[in-house]
């Protein structure tokens, strides 16, 4: 179990050309917040997942720049698992999402989020927009490849967050059933033993009275 913690718990923090994601402890009584600048007009995709820890709950902010310098909350949740949000940045400036454990007193929680902002470089490098020229076979056949792998490292990655999940939950509850069963066969032999002496002190008592 530990060596898989870990595993999440140092994954590579991957800063791609416009996005990132990152998986991440957050101790209980907790507050973790992350910052980006984004321009004004960009979309920009926000996605996570309580991958292990508690009920799988975390409370999540995203917030913006607003006007005359204040702070906007663009979105807020509550004790949520996993949620994905979409939205286009008015002003620019610098977002944060903070990820709130501050309710839970004793279980600690990872989480996997997914910060994509702006249009992602075609194949080749080349950014999205019109094209002067038309595109060849050999072209469009690699930018049909490139977008179909991004899609499948996008569907490799929850399948990976969902079997880390599973098998965390799956040894917690491991590890419950050998408690409790040690527990049962500590108490059937204490009940055990207390029948044999009280019956061997009754029996011990009729012989003396006789």
């Known amino acids: 179990m530990w060596t898989l913690l870990s595993l999440f718990i140092s994954c590579l923090q991957l800063y791609l050309i ?3 994601e990152f998986t991440f402890e957050l101790p209980d009584n907790k507050k973790n917040c992350y910052f980006r600048l984004i321009d004004k007009g960009t979309e920009s995709k926000f996605e996570f997942q309580v991958i292990s820890g508690g009920n ?3 409370d999540l902010t995203i917030n913006g720049p607003g006007e005359r310098g204040k702070e906007l909350v663009l979105f807020s ?3 949520k698992q996993f949620e994905s949000f979409k939205w286009i940045s008015n002003i620019s400036g ?4 903070c990820f709130n454990n501050e309710f839970s007193s004793f279980s600690h929680k990872i989480i996997y989020f997914d910060w994509v902002s702006g249009e992602e470089e075609t194949f080749g490098g080349k950014h999205p927009g019109p094209v002067n020229h ?5 072209e469009s056949a690699s930018e049909t490849i490139h977008d179909n792998l991004n899609e499948i490292t996008e569907h490799q990655t929850h399948y990976k967050l969902s079997e880390a999940s599973g098998r965390i939950f799956g040894e917690e509850l491991n590890n419950r059933v050998t408690v409790l069963s040690l ?5 059937i032999l204490i009940i055990g033993v207390g029948q044999i ?3 061997r002190n009754f029996f011990t008592d009729k012989q003396g009275g006789r």
């Open 183 to 187: 527990s049962e066969t500590l108490a």
């Open 18 to 20: 416009n996005a990132y």
């Open 134 to 138: 038309p595109l060849t076979m050999m």
């Open 56 to 58: 799988y709950d975390v």
């Open 197 to 199: 002496v009280v019956l």
């Open 94 to 97: 610098e977002y944060s999402a």
């Open 77 to 79: 949740l509550r004790q």
